[in-house]
T-cell receptor
């Protein structure tokens, strides 16, 4: 099992550009999450999907959209990137909404 | 919403000594408390967790204690080894739409 995979690993964008971060899990988990990690801030929840077909906002959803494409895949889209979105983005999944979360390796995004 | 505070931000211990990291949470409804270890350039990895119906849980050299009355929980690592050097995050979950709330992390340094 690959667990949780994320693409790309690194990305540099100019202000105003758009991009989609991809996440997939092969553990048959129902719930998936997107977090961002900034220095000294821990991890903050952007969006989550408790089950296929549903998505909800987390703590810091502004400037992002998500799509739960199927049970395996959960993508994060930045429509118009801003320097404040420079961060490391982590995708995670869990068996149910109370279960332990497994994280992917992260995407390091820089917006200039 | 939930607020999790984690101390210390940096902890340096001699190899073979014990390390203790402490977290407090604000919402008495929180009932799940995981600890994650993050190595440089990697995603967080769950190392131990505890639910509110248990006061202590141990897994080899790692233990977690929970005091629901005082709303704090701690990670204890005994007989520390060089491979324990990493950033450790605590988290709390109170259910509903907010997902996990993370502390800001502790950088654990094991001195040879």
């Amino acid at each position: 099992n690959a667990g949780v995979t994320q693409t790309p690993k690194f990305q540099v964008l100019k202000t105003g550009q758009s991009m989609t971060l991809q996440c997939a899990q092969d553990m048959n988990h129902n719930s998936m999450y997107w977090y961002r990690q900034d220095p000294g801030m821990g991890l903050r929840l952007i969006y989550y999907s408790a089950s296929e077909g549903t998505t909800d906002k987390g703590e810091v959803p502004n400037g992002y959209n998500v799509s739960r494409l199927n049970k395996r895949e959960f993508s994060l889209r930045l429509e118009s990137a801003a320097p404040s979105q420079t961060s490391v983005y982590f995708c995670a999944s869990s068996t149910d909404y109370l279960g332990e979360q497994y994280f992917g390796p992260g995407t390091r995004l820089t917006v200039t | 919403g939930e607020n999790v505070e984690q101390h210390p931000s940096t902890l340096s211990v001699q190899e073979g000594d014990s390390a203790v990291i402490k977290c407090t949470y604000s919402d008495s409804a929180s009932n799940y408390f995981p600890w994650y270890k993050q190595e440089l350039g990697k995603g967080p990895q769950l190392i131990i967790d505890i639910r509110s119906n248990v006061g202590e849980k141990k897994d080899q050299r790692i233990a977690v204690t929970l005091n629901k009355t005082a709303k704090h929980f701690s990670l204890h690592i005994t007989e520390t080894q060089p491979e324990d050097s990493a950033v450790y995050f605590c988290a709390a979950w109170r259910g509903g739409a907010d997902g996990l709330t993370f502390g800001k992390g502790t950088h654990l340094i094991i001195q040879p």
